[in-house]
């Protein structure tokens, strides 16, 4: 058939004509009835269209605000496509402050904490966190700014302060900074005493005020160890027990010698008592021979009651030193006497402190003997 041939190709040159628009109309997914188009602009937001590319009747469409921006609440932030038509959709983003400032001493208060949308002048208010007070002369709001940043918060909640720490007996309190929440005081004790206890407290919580964490403590006296006894010898006046700085003093018995310290004393070294040193021995006193006179008069401790009295043979050599000396003064006050008034006075002065040694050997005796007439000597012996 010749017109079918004719036509033939002219159909496919109709075809080839028309081949763009008709392959892209036969690629197309068949357009459901009620099919909507991309769905529309929303001011400060985008679409969540995912893999999506054609929006059937009943799909849904949600947004997403874009940085900076928060969805106001109680705004809708998506849209339906209804019969080839999207439905309507407000502006529902906006700018907001960011989350409320976290505060050392206050809390957000509980009706804030779900809400994450703070436009420009927002306020937001706090609760004082336990163991801070409000002070309420100044504002507990913090307001969002026109930049969006909250505005400088007031110390509206200030620390709560513990009770003034009562003294310590014999001890003593140490207030490092302040009595406030958070705050710690030492403890000590005095010397010769101890601390049993502990050695700081905390001003911190208990229920909603604030108390020191720990009890204070006491200080307790050092006592030292009984005092160590002594061979041949004795403590005078003897105590039940000796605190810090107590001493006890040794004497020996008859016919012993107290050689060494004769007082020793309760000292303190990490928190024990102990004894300044060791104790005196009681030694056997030596066969009385008569000792050497020079050693017995420079004698810096004149014997105390209860020591042995001297002995016969120690007065007598006592007594020729005495008188020795006495002699070899009056021959200086008789030297001095002839060369002036300052010169009798000075020799004056010395004899008087010979002759208070003298009375302290008991030998005084001999010195009245001894006594010159003159006048300047006389007031010495009265
Ligand atoms: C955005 O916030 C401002 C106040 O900061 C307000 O006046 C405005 O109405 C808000 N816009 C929307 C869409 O909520
Ligand atoms: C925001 O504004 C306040 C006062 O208007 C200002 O003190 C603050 O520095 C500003 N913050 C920023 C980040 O610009
Ligand atoms: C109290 O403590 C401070 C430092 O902790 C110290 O320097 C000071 O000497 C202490 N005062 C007393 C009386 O203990």
Request: net charge positive.
């Amino acid at each position: 058939m010749s017109p079918a041939r004719r036509s033939a190709p002219a159909v496919l040159r109709l075809l080839g004509g028309l081949a763009p628009p008709l392959l892209l109309l036969l690629l197309r997914p068949p357009a459901a009835s009620g099919d909507c188009g991309l769905p529309p602009d929303v001011p400060n937001a985008q679409p969540a269209l995912g893999a999506l590319t054609s929006f059937p009747k009943q799909s849904t469409v949600t947004y997403k605000c874009n940085e900076g921006f928060v969805k106001v609440p109680g705004k809708a932030d998506s849209v339906v496509c209804l019969n080839n038509k999207w439905s309507e959709v407000a502006e529902f983003c906006n700018r907001s402050c960011d989350v409320p400032t976290r505060l050392l001493f206050a809390s957000l208060k509980k009706s804030y904490t779900k809400q994450n949308y703070f436009p420009e002048g927002s306020t937001v208010e706090y609760d004082c966190r336990l163991g801070y007070i409000r002070d309420h002369s100044l504002s507990g709001k913090l307001t969002c700014l026109q930049n969006f940043t909250w505005s400088k918060p007031d110390e509206f909640c200030k620390k709560k302060s513990c009770a003034n720490p009562r003294e310590i007996k014999n001890g003593h309190v140490n207030i490092t900074h302040d009595l406030l929440f958070g705050s710690s005081i030492h403890f000590s004790c005095n010397t010769g005493y101890k601390l049993v206890g502990a050695t700081s407290s905390y001003c911190s919580l208990a229920g909603s005020t604030v108390e020191w964490s720990d009890p204070f403590p006491e200080c307790q006296e050092i006592l030292c160890p009984e005092p160590p006894e002594v061979d041949h010898g004795m403590i005078e006046e003897k105590q039940n027990s000796y605190a810090y700085r107590h001493s006890v003093t040794y004497k020996c018995m008859k016919g012993f010698t107290l050689h060494g310290e004769s007082s020793i004393y309760c000292t303190v070294k990490d928190d024990q008592g102990e004894w300044s040193g060791p104790p005196p021995e009681c030694k056997a006193t030596r066969s009385p021979a008569v000792p050497r006179a020079t050693t017995r008069f420079h004698a810096t401790s004149p014997p105390k009651g209860g020591g042995s009295s001297p002995s016969v043979a120690s007065i007598i050599a006592s007594g020729c030193v005495a008188g020795t000396i006495i002699i070899g003064t009056i021959i200086l006050v008789k030297i001095f006497w002839g060369s002036g008034k300052s010169g009798s006075y000075y020799t004056h002065e010395n004899n008087k402190a010979l002759n208070v040694k003298f009375h302290n050997l008991t030998v005084t005796g001999d010195a009245t003997e001894v006594r010159p007439s003159s006048d300047l000597q006389q007031d010495i012996y009265v």
